[in-house]
C-alpha cells in the first residue's frame, strides 16, 4: 500500500510534468487581419517562426484569422482575443483605441506611422480588356458593370470609393462635380462585396462585372489562386495612396503576458526579410532598397494620398461613410 510520503512524490511528480508539458507547448499569437493579406501572412508566419526560433531560442505559434477590415475590428472589439491586428485603414485601429483596446498613440509605436506596407487600387478586367476600360472615366460608361467592395465593411471599399473621388479631383472637378461621378460609379455597380476575397469571388466565380476595383496585391493573388490569363491588370493614370497599419492589442497582450512577442511580430514586418515578401505579394514595401528592386512589379501611377482631399481617414469616414454620409446620398441598392 502506497504510504502518505510516496503521494506526495506521485503528486509532486505529476505537477513537474504538467508544468514541462505547459513550458514545451509553444507561445501562440493571433493575427486579425483583412482579408486579401491572406497569402501575405501564410509567407511571412513561417518567416517569422524561423527568425524567432534563432534569435530567443523559443517555439511560437502564429494563428490567422482574415475578413473585412471593419468587420474585423468589430469582433476585435468585441472581444475576439487578437494580439496584433494588421488592417488596411488607420480608422479601423483608430475604433478599437477609442474603446482601449489598442494604444492611444498606436500610429508612433512602429516607423512610418506604423504602416510597414502601402498599396493603391487599380482595375482588374477580363482577360484581353473586351470593355476597353482604361482609366475611372471608363467607368461610368453605359453598360459597364462595375465590382467594388461596400465602404461600410472594408477598406477595401473605402479606397476604391476616395480613390474615384480624388481621381475626379486630380482632373480639376470641384467636390459637387466629383459626388457626381462617384454617384454615376456607383449606379454601375450591380452588387457590393462584403471584403475584398468576396468581391474577386463574385468578379471570378460568379462571373458578374466587368471590372473589379481592388488592391494593387490582388493581382498576384488571383494569379496564384486561379491561374494566369484569367485578368488583366489596368493601371489608372492617377490613384490613391493607401496604407496597411498594424498595431499590437494591449486589452489581449496585457492578459496573455504576450507583449513582447507581439512588437517582435509587426517590427519583424520591417525587416529586409519581411519587406521582400511583402513585395513579392505586391505590397509596396516602405524600404526604398527593396521597393527599386522589384521596380518591374509596381508600375509608376501617379499617387495621391488621403490627406490631399480628405484631411484624414478619420474625417473620410465621417463626411462619407458614416450612416447618412455621402455614400448613403449617393448609392442605393438595386437603383439604375
Do not use: C
Amino acid at each position: 500500500m502506497p504510504t502518505k510520503n510516496s503521494f506526495k512524490t506521485l503528486i509532486a511528480a505529476a505537477v513537474f510534468a504538467a508544468s514541462g508539458l505547459a513550458a514545451a507547448q509553444p507561445s501562440t499569437l493571433l493575427n486579425v487581419s483583412y482579408d486579401v493579406a491572406r497569402e501575405f501572412y501564410k509567407d511571412y508566419n513561417p518567416a517569422f517562426v524561423a527568425y524567432y526560433k534563432k534569435t530567443t531560442g523559443k517555439d511560437v505559434k502564429i494563428d490567422q484569422a482574415h475578413g473585412g477590415s471593419s468587420a474585423q475590428a468589430r469582433a476585435v472589439n468585441d472581444g475576439l482575443d487578437a494580439d496584433v491586428v494588421t488592417f488596411n485603414t488607420t480608422t479601423d485601429i483608430d475604433f478599437l483605441a477609442s474603446n482601449g483596446v489598442v494604444a492611444k498613440d498606436w500610429a508612433k509605436k512602429f516607423p512610418n506611422d506604423a504602416s510597414p506596407t502601402t498599396s493603391t487600387m487599380l482595375f482588374l478586367v477580363r482577360n484581353g480588356n473586351p470593355k476597353n476600360i482604361k482609366d475611372w472615366d471608363d467607368l461610368i460608361k453605359p453598360g459597364v458593370q462595375v465590382v467594388v467592395v461596400n465602404p461600410k465593411t472594408g477598406g477595401n471599399g473605402r479606397y476604391a470609393y476616395l480613390g474615384a473621388w480624388g481621381a475626379a479631383r486630380e482632373k480639376g472637378a470641384t467636390d459637387a462635380q466629383a459626388a457626381e461621378f462617384v454617384g454615376k460609379l456607383y449606379k454601375n455597380v450591380p452588387v457590393l462585396g462584403k471584403g475584398g476575397r468576396d468581391a474577386t469571388s463574385i468578379f471570378l466565380q460568379r462571373n458578374t462585372g466587368d471590372v473589379l476595383i481592388t488592391f494593387e496585391s490582388e493581382v498576384l493573388s488571383i494569379e496564384r489562386e486561379f491561374g494566369k490569363g484569367k485578368v488583366d491588370a489596368v493601371y489608372p493614370s492617377t490613384s490613391i495612396v493607401a496604407e496597411n497599419p498594424v498595431a499590437v492589442v494591449e486589452r489581449t497582450v496585457a492578459k496573455k503576458g504576450s507583449g513582447d512577442l507581439a512588437r517582435a511580430y509587426l517590427n519583424y514586418l520591417y525587416s529586409d526579410e519581411g519587406q521582400e515578401i511583402a513585395a513579392k505579394h505586391a505590397l509596396r514595401p516602405r524600404s526604398e532598397a527593396v521597393l527599386k528592386k522589384h521596380a518591374d512589379l509596381f508600375k509608376p501611377v501617379k499617387l495621391f494620398t488621403v490627406a490631399k482631399y480628405f484631411g484624414s481617414l478619420g474625417e473620410a469616414q465621417k463626411v462619407h461613410f458614416n450612416d447618412g454620409g455621402q455614400f448613403d446620398k449617393l448609392y442605393t441598392p438595386g437603383a439604375k
